[in-house]
């Protein structure tokens, strides 16, 4: 399978994803790194795994549309099967979606479906919760909305901040991504209405679900 990931900035996702294939967890081509920034740590990050990576700034396009135009033709230049929003920051439109329908998945730093959109942690510490986490899930033309694969669980602690929090889920968010991505490739992934269901696997989230083959 030849994955593409999707970033917009940092890559500490994208990273977790690269450092997973190299131990040999996952086994699919990732042929493609693409972003919507220029001068992104996520860039460097393919590069010094040795990925194609390629910037197609926003700003360069007149339209949305002639965006996506070229990115699609970028994904079917080098043969893309599956998409990994990893930090992606922009709503794709639902014909782009249509043209990989259930085959793009979306880390999202909350329990959805709470907390959709930006600002998730200052959300969550704001209103009290006292637990957060991480999800991935499918993309579908609603925002953080789609069919969620995989999420995992962190207490919220007495005195967080939003950087400590972040920092937190984030390590979550690396491993509850490559197990998805494991899933994926693995061919175990089933969606019945809104609900996945993963063959041979245990129902339930990390780290509480100890059948999870979280690593
Ligand atoms: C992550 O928190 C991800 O969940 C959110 O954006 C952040 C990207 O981080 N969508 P990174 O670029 O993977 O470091």
Redo the contacts with the bound molecule.
Sequence with gaps: MNIAVL????????ESILKAKQKGILNSNISLVLSDKENVR?LDVAKSYGIRALALPRKNFKSKEDFEQKMLESLEKYNTHFLV?????RILSDSFIKAFENKII????SLLPCYKGLSTHQRVLSDGTLFSG?SVHFVNSELDSGPIIIQGVVSILENDTEETL?KR??EI?HKILVQAIKWVEENRVEIKQKRVYIKGAKYGAFPFNPALEVF
């Design positions: 970033v917009s900035g940092r890559g500490t996702n994208l996520a929003l990893a930090g992606f920051m979306n880390i999202h730093p991480a972040s889920v984030l968010e």
